[in-house]
């Protein structure tokens, strides 16, 4: 009867386990948010969590820059399922308080998820070396250990956006065996927000005048999105998974009955004691009762004679 | 089984009693805190003191205030403090028991109970259009036995009931095109004339020039706001007229007062008269007249005042009458002067004033005060020791549970007048200090920490309205001059920084203010627009700190002007950065110092500046709303963090890191304006000297506003979860990786590590961000951080929440190595398990029981005690406490009875003496035999 009834609420607790299932893997209200949050980090999109928000996130293609691009891109947004196209992005730098020219380009795909939201990926670099002119205006940068500055436009599909980033760093901390450079661009979508430039390596304060052995670069690119932030912490019936609650199951046995009521099973300990003793002493008293009471004064008496008597001595 | 109940209970007792109490006992208030209430700048005053016991009087103020204050000794009977958007158009009194006070530009019309300040109805009055805003109470007029209260606002005139607030009726006159100036309500009548202007056609009845009737009128003509019967203001530069309209429109001059500061309303006293009240400046007395409406026939009063010099001008007068003993008239005077304090003149003598200047503080500086001279007279020690030793009786007394509820009260006085803590010199624990406080009026106040009262006060002349400064308002105040190799015969002082008018490129103004005696000792203005001001970690010969003031066109001026501060400047010039924070813009822009300007007047001091770095937040998705930075003068103890397993960790520790934090352009606006799905919170962490971002995290569906704060290598903010629908409070940690291979004591030993190598901003930072988000239960006005002498002691958040209180949190809840089940290492490190909220502990709100009202800012300054801060809150109330964020475990505490120590020292040494007397003795006794 027992085992029958057992193997009535196994079946029934699998099939709840299995209705659960169902409902975690379904795209239900309660779950999509984590999945898509993790979509977000991919894409390093904010608001990218559902189709609508294309419009947040507006691209304005500048329409004499990039035609090729704009046309692309609005044609890959509504069905093209292969939607990657390529970008150019110009690095200029500038020597000191020179004007800017051209020192390379960064080649990425523009990659459109199905949000609607763009990202870069395979970023490429091509460096221009440095003409006889410019390695004289380097020169004179390492002497004056000035600042070399690069920027970039803000703005991927319409340079240069609202204004140039840039960077910049003491000319000195780039010279290693050829110069080394170290590039980290902070995207949004398609727009640039920050580009730090450095040398790969520390360059501490009193910073050495060397020249470069070979005068070509050593670069090295990285892309970051934003890093989305934890959810705080629910402890509420939101969290998901049995083991978390079979945890918190086993955790209490842990302590010990004494460990965590001792407080209360000393007192009790003691009325027992004290009951014990009282009710011990109770049929004594009885069976002694008052006839014993004068003796025993008078041996007390006599007793608290001798006390006396010896101490005297 | 009684006796076992007994042990049981008392058992029980011990054990609820031993838990750790962070409260205060009832004796220990106002031992180290004191607590001051105001009420701002008075815009309207109401008297009552027809038929009333106590004569009060109601007033309304800048800071959106309505008070009802005590007419003999100025204290606050009640008082409301607004919102901060709800300004106060209007206050009156009706039914001669309900304040009436209408505010948010005449949509919210409020009742009060005038004894008491309780609220007895609120009543909303929506309206089409913002117009005017207008408040009448007729005193006789009645609807079904009810007093009607006539309201015009937004485009429509309104009668509320005065006992529940029920709007009786409502006429749309906007509608109209009637612009209302004015309601009348003649007596005993049921009409009432809404007096106004229809569209552009104004009545011009009558037309004078001011010429014609004042001669010299170089001048412009202003017309007081004054309601005189009969009769107008105009004040002509220092001069006021008073011009009678007579029949047909006929204008002639009635009077004409030289000097004159401020007229009051007029005040109907008997059938058919008016009074007015008048001030006059002459020297340093001021003058108070008045005079008889409107046929101005001689002065019912004429007074004068001795006048403290740092009050300004009067800015208000309102006056009320009173019947003297002698049944004549009497007049007493409420006048605001341009310190926005508050006076009451009756009798010719001031019977009582308030510093209500102090309800608006701007900024807040401390300073040390003197050091104290040796040699103390012998009379006074002498005293002092009697003194000591009585309250040591006293004390004694009360901790043998000997004390007399007399002697009780006694010790409760000595110790909250301990004439130790209002000292006018530096103490050894640096618990007395002076607190430079910069008021909205532009006056400055010294207060002594001990007690909160006001040593010294400076009017500015600098901030005094001039031809060349039309509207000055007070910016910041710095340190600057802090002798320490002087500090017997330099006075510290500080400078105050401020602005001729409220945009950015306002010509700026500058004075240094000696701190001991409130002397200005030097000024300059207007010069340059100041922008930025950045006090630059140099000290010139004479402990002048240099500071670099910055310009809207992005130049950088050096202070102090003399050729000591160049030669240093010059110095450090090429490691000099500075950053600015375009926030509508949404960019950020690092720059360097380049050479000296090139002006029309060569100005060494003057430099130009380039651009290093830029950061560019995209405009359609992101808009900066909070910058922090950490505290200049903040002291970390130590770099390295020892965790579980003898791991250390180290804190990456840098002056110059920014945190931003920017939020979707959709949701700058209110909480719940937005849908979760369109906002996000970003929050940046930026070396402002490479213009690295160091770390860069996304809140999804969270919201402004922010509010945070940076201290050694976390910052803790403050936002709005719109998908919890709760407040949320995040820590992010940054820690230092290029070190964590320090870990080797050997190598430690042997040297090989790479402690002591120097860091630039330039080598590329390996850093580690920890971070976790909490919820919180309050919205927060400001927060801040407990700043310890040597930044030993644990951190403690300050927070100021919504209720005007300053809660205390420790730093140890928000940590981001929380986890749900720590480990038993981790626990002992004090680690504390990870819960979904932030808890409030109602014994940790450091204000206790009493409110900071109107809380703007909370300043923490270090004791020289490493275990104790100075916390200074401020808002329209001030409060001033200490806090020891780990206990004071490095001194005694203030109760600890001395005389019980020397006594029971005394009674040991007796009783070594008698025992060995006794032993003696005894021995002797025992040879003897």
Redesign the interface.
Known sequence: MRAKNLCFFLSKLLLLCLCFYILVSSPSLAFQ?DEL?AD?EEFGL??A??P??DL???IQPSPHTQPTIQTQTTRSRSLDPDPDSKVHLLLEHAFG?SDFSPAGTFTARLKTSSHGGQTLTKLRFSRNSFTRTEEQEFKKLLEA?D?Y?IRVP??VLSPP??????????AR?LPRNGLDE?F?I?M??V????V?Y?????????RQLKLPAKWSFNSHTVL?N???????????EEILGGENVE?EGV?PPERSLWAKYW?YL??VG??VM??IT?AMNMPEEQAAGQSASQPQQSMAAIQRGQGTAVRRR | MAMAIRVFLLLLLFLSSSNLTFSLFEDQVGLMDWHQQYIGKVKHAVFHTQKAGRKRVVVSTEENVVASLDLRHGEIFWRHVLGTNDAIDEIDIALGKYVIALSSEGSILRAWNLPDGQMVWESFLPGSKPSKALLSIPTNLKVDKDHVILIYSNGCLHAVSSIDGEVLWKKELATEGIEVQQLIHPLGSDIIYAVGFVGMEKLLIHQTHVSDLFQDSSATAVILPSKLMGMVALKISSTIIFIKVADAGKLEVVDKIDHAAAVSDGLSFLEGQQALALVQHGGSKIHLTVKLGPDWSGDLLKESFEMDHQRGVVHKVFINNYIRTDRSHGFRALIVMEDHSLLLLQQGEVVWSREDGLASIIDVTTSELPVEENGVSVAKVEHNLFEWLKGHILKLKGTLMLASPEDVVAIQRIRLKSSEKSKMTRDRNGFRKLLIVLSKAGKLFALHTGDGRIVWSLLLHTLHKSEACENPTGVNVYQWQVPHHHAMDENPSILVVGRCGHSLDAPGILSIVDTYTGNELNSLGPVHSIVQIIPLPFTDPTEQRLHLLMDAGLRAHLYPRTPEAIGIFQREFANIYWYSIEADNGIIRGHVLKNNCFLEVADEFCFETKALWSIVFPSESEKIIATVTRKLNEVVHTQAKVITDQEVMYKYVSKNLLFVATVAPKAVGEIGSVTPDESWLVVYLIDTITGRILHRLTHHGSQGPVHAVFSENWVVYHYFNLRAHRYEMSVIEIYDQSRADNKDVLNLILGKHNLTSPISSYSRPEVITKSQSYFFTHSVKTIAVTSTAKGITSKQLLIGTIGDQVLALDKRFLDPRRSINPTQAEKEEGIIPLTDSLPIIPQSYVTHALQVEGLRGIVTVPAKLESTTLVFSYGVDLYFTQLAPSRTYDSLTEDFSYALLLITIVALVVAIFVTWVLSERKELQEKWR
Request: a neutral charge.
């Open positions: 948010s949050l977000d904010e608001g969590r559902s609508v928000l947040t996130v507006p308080d250990d600042f500055t803000s703005n956006g609202r204004d140039y980033i840039i960077s910049s760093v003491k901390c170290h980290v902070h949004d979508g727009n640039i927000l920050a730090n450095a040398s790969p390596r520390a360059c501490p304060y009193p970051k934003s890093e989305v932030a934890p959810r705080a912490p629910l402890f509420a945890f955790k407080m000393i007192p003691l009325i004290n009951a009282q």
